[in-house]
């Protein structure tokens, strides 16, 4: 990791300190699972948004196995099956996820379509996990909606399979416009941007937890 890296990532860890989330800086993959292990319990019930950080760190393997209580919806058959877990999330004792962005200011940008993920991170869970690789910092806000709209957004669509411009094009159709808002974006039925959730400082002190690996995962 670069100079200027090691720099981003001290103001961003100080920054979300300062907004009552707990913060923590790993080098590898292997410690970010063995640090989730640390924050966890045998026999907590556990929870956790679509990511493919956490698939790609390893830390979607841990959670969903013994010692502890994972609510799987993928195992879900139906529907309502799924939505019951939804609902049984709220009542997680954590909630495991990672961040669309991390901000040096110590905020956390997320945008979602169903909106389960979202929901989770502000309410419900007793504790909230963010798993991040450092290709997550951005300055600020607005790049981080730029971030989203460039290299978040997209990918995922083609990822779930879903028919929407910037799946074809790699950026949102909104960056066509000279002054793109946050909200801009396609209309059809599969747009994945919906919602728009920014974490700053917190009542809850320390529920939010926000691992930065030193390394780069998922978009």
Do not use: W
Not at 21 to 49: F, I, N, R, W
Not at 69 to 77: G, N, P, Q, T, V
């Amino acid at each position: 990791m670069t100079d200027e890296m090691k720099t981003r990532v001290e103001k961003t860890m100080q920054n979300l300190k300062r907004n009552r989330m707990e913060a923590y800086y790993v080098d590898t993959k292997e410690e970010a699972c063995a640090l989730v292990k640390q924050l966890l319990h045998p026999g907590d019930t556990v929870s956790c948004g679509g990511s493919v950080t956490l698939k790609e760190t390893g830390v979607y393997d841990l959670i969903s196995a013994a010692p502890y209580h994972f609510l799987d919806r993928s195992a879900a058959k139906t529907p309502e099956a799924v939505e019951d877990i939804y609902r049984q999330t709220f009542c997680a004792d954590a909630f495991v996820t990672s961040a669309n962005a991390v901000t040096e200011n110590g905020e956390l940008y997320n945008v979602d379509g169903n909106s389960n993920r979202v929901a989770a991170i502000l309410y419900g869970p007793k504790s909230v996990i963010f798993v991040c690789g450092v290709n997550k910092i951005v300055k600020d806000v607005d790049e981080a909606i730029r971030r989203v709209k460039t290299k978040a957004a997209p990918p995922n669509t083609v990822r779930l399979g879903i028919d929407t411009p910037c799946a074809k094009t790699g950026e949102c159709i909104s960056l066509q416009k000279e002054n793109p808002g946050m909200c801009d974006g396609c209309h059809g039925d599969g747009r994945i941007c919906c919602n728009y959730v920014v974490c700053a400082q917190q009542r809850h002190v320390n529920r939010m937890k926000v691992i930065l690996i030193g390394e780069e995962y998922g978009y």
